[in-house]
């Protein structure tokens, strides 16, 4: 199957810093990137959605300046955690759709001190 | 976008045959329903898709009715390594999967 793959697995940084994780869909070209987040013992929440080229869509209730979003190629996606809390500490999981399916990468494991 | 529903847990022994049933009464005509697994701190991994009938491939079966109102995953013959969460989605191809709360499947041996 389509393989998504993200960078890093995980990552601690010290609260007011940046963070940024990699997505990347490895063996096809994805126009349409997702990324989610989820917490522990919850389901996957959606924070927003990537086209390649424009500017990413926010679900409802997620600040668009404080999770930035980068669709650049058709194989990357890159989100940006700005000024991170102990708060945003979470897993964050992208996705890529190749067809109709749609392919999940391993996560990201951010933890915020 | 169709909501669904799913037991939030369910229980099995090593050798039997699962079957998680999910409710999407508001499926769209241009949604498809598809499952995935989950296992603790990693990404979700596709399991299959349909869209009406039966979809069967390596790993499960997909029986959907004709209303397609629900649809069951049946796993045949589960092993301890298929404790993991499994959730049902459905969307049209072009649109965003929102996640419901998933069916935590616990095999005992």
């Known amino acids: 199957g389509a393989v998504v793959s993200q960078h890093p697995s995980w990552v601690i940084c010290k609260s007011g810093t940046s963070v940024k994780i990699e997505c990347r869909s490895l063996?096809?070209?994805?126009?349409?990137m997702f990324w989610y987040r989820q917490f522990p013992k919850q389901s996957l929440m959606l924070m927003a959605t990537?086209?390649?080229?424009?500017?990413?869509?926010?679900e409802q209730g997620v600040e668009k300046d404080k999770f930035l979003i980068n669709h650049a190629s058709l194989t990357l996606s890159t989100l940006t955690v700005t000024s991170a809390h102990p708060e945003d500490s979470s897993f964050y999981i992208c996705?890529?759709?190749?067809?109709?399916?749609?392919?999940f990468g391993p996560g990201t494991r951010l933890t915020v001190t | 976008l169709a909501k669904t529903t799913q037991p939030i847990s369910m229980d099995s022994y090593e050798g039997q045959e699962v079957n998680i049933t999910c409710s999407h009464n508001?499926?769209?005509?241009?949604?498809?329903i598809t499952w995935y697994q989950q296992f603790p701190s990693q990404g979700p991994r596709f399991i299959i898709q349909g869209y009406k009938t039966k979809v069967t491939n390596e790993v499960a079966s997909l029986f959907i009715p004709a209303d397609r109102k629900s649809s069951t995953l049946s796993l045949p013959r589960v092993s301890l390594s298929d404790t993991a969460v499994y959730y049902c989605l459905v969307g049209a191809d072009t649109g965003k999967l929102i996640f419901g709360q998933g069916t935590t499947l616990q095999v005992k041996p």
């Open positions: 996705s890529a759709r190749g067809g109709k399916e749609q392919y």
């Open positions: 063996d096809f070209q994805a126009t349409t």
């Open positions: 990537s086209n390649e080229g424009s500017k990413a869509t926010y």
């Open positions: 508001n499926i769209a005509t241009n949604d498809y």
